[in-house]
């Protein structure tokens, strides 16, 4: 099987769990555990509110340990319109409680999952004025498996929308509907405006995020960045720019050669070695070839927080659409831009960079399972 960690081959040892996890996570999305209820609140617009059976945290050697028995958990394809495409992110959807948001819990969570991101998300009492709009507000926040919170990330955005959209739109007590709004409040980059749309079915919507731009800086340490090509595996020569992202302290190399981006194969020693310096990942990316649909393309590699190859990243296009726009397009023109990033199970996504210093990414995505953490 293939995680965005890398390729594991199943032996006897694993193929046991597995096979435990797919049934307890089948036999939950047949008789779920998770009771949604409907509720008014002070405008009539519904809410959903997420029951937790069980749910509570004790003490134990004088650690507090956090217990969310039946807490709804999703894998969602984000970036894709097709099961086991894009990149895969696991959503727990957490109660509105703050004492069960426990940091250690949702890193173990994460680690368990093994995904590149785990999404966890909460519901919050909304305004008068966004309950009047018909938008639902929600807490989010990223966990690697590295144990590492990230300050934003697009794929497993897309799947935490995904997730809820599909549990709103199937729960028997809520209102069915084939479009949400989300306003999700972040702990680093502020608030998120995301869209849904259903597609062919409650398990495959159209997600448009609003995310903030990130401006890549060039790097002027000429030495460190002759290290990051060689440990991608470029030479120097063929980078026509090495730089930093002002968001999450990504690199960002972009070649001459589109064909070239999907043969590489880094160095992931040399990615976490000191001459490469402390970053989130690497990102590298070339225009598209001629004769491609593609105005972009992409890989991104992030070893040091636990991820080897991410297979669709989304906050990587919040400086991807940006440079590419001065480059493609010019400053005078806003048409969307088609990028496709060219991991072994390929993501495609559209993005907008808008006159509000903000871009908008756009992208399918499909649920592929539901369940009930135990």
């Not at 003490?59 to 984000?78: E, F, L, M, S, W």
């Not at 079915?201 to 960045?225: G, H, I, L, Q, Y």
């Not at 990051?228 to 992202?245: K, L, M, N």
């Not at 636990?306 to 806003?334: M, Q, R, W």
């Amino acid at each position: 099987t293939r995680t965005g960690l890398g390729e594991q081959k199943l032996s006897g040892n694993l193929l046991l769990p597995l096979l435990i996890s797919n049934f307890v996570a089948f036999s939950s999305s047949v008789m779920p555990a998770v009771v949604p209820a409907a509720s008014r609140t002070r405008s009539g617009a519904r809410c959903l509110k997420v029951c937790l059976r069980g749910a509570h945290s004790r003490t134990r050697n004088g650690r507090r340990v956090v217990h969310a028995p039946c807490a709804p958990i999703y894998v969602c394809d984000a970036f894709t319109s097709v099961p086991f495409r894009g990149n895969p992110a696991s959503v727990v959807v957490l109660p509105s409680d703050e004492t069960l948001h426990d940091e250690n819990y949702m890193m173990n969570v994460a680690l368990e999952q093994n995904h590149s991101e785990t999404a966890f998300v909460w519901p919050i009492e909304s305004k008068a004025e966004e309950e009047e709009e018909g938008v639902l507000v929600y807490g989010l926040r990223w966990f690697t498996p590295g144990r590492v919170e990230v300050e934003l990330c697009g794929h497993a955005t897309v799947a935490a929308t995904t997730a809820l959209s599909h549990m709103l739109s199937t729960s028997p007590e809520s209102e069915e509907k084939s479009q949400y709004s989300f306003r999700f409040k972040t702990k680093w980059s502020g608030e998120l405006l995301v869209n849904a749309t259903q597609a062919d079915d409650a398990t495959k919507w159209r997600v448009s995020m609003d995310f903030p731009a990130a401006p890549v800086n060039e790097m002027d340490d000429e030495a460190r960045a002759l290290a990051v090509c060689e440990a991608v595996g470029v030479t120097r020569q063929s980078a026509v720019f090495v730089g930093t992202t002002a968001l999450n302290n990504d690199i960002m190399v972009v070649l001459d050669d589109a064909e070239a981006i999907g043969a590489l194969t880094p160095d992931m020693q040399k990615l976490m070695s000191d001459t490469v310096g402390p970053h989130r990942g690497v990102i590298v990316c070339a225009a598209g070839a001629d004769d491609s649909d593609e105005d972009f393309v992409s890989r991104f590699w992030g070893p040091r927080v636990g991820i080897e190859e991410d297979p669709v990243t989304g906050s990587a296009h919040c400086s991807l659409a940006p440079y590419f726009k001065d480059v493609l397009l010019g400053a005078s023109d806003n048409r969307p831009m088609r990028a496709a990033q060219l991991s072994d199970r390929r993501g495609v996504l559209t993005a907008i960079c808008k006159d509000d210093g903000r871009v908008q990414l756009e992208g399918d995505a499909v649920v592929v399972l539901c369940g009930s953490l135990l």
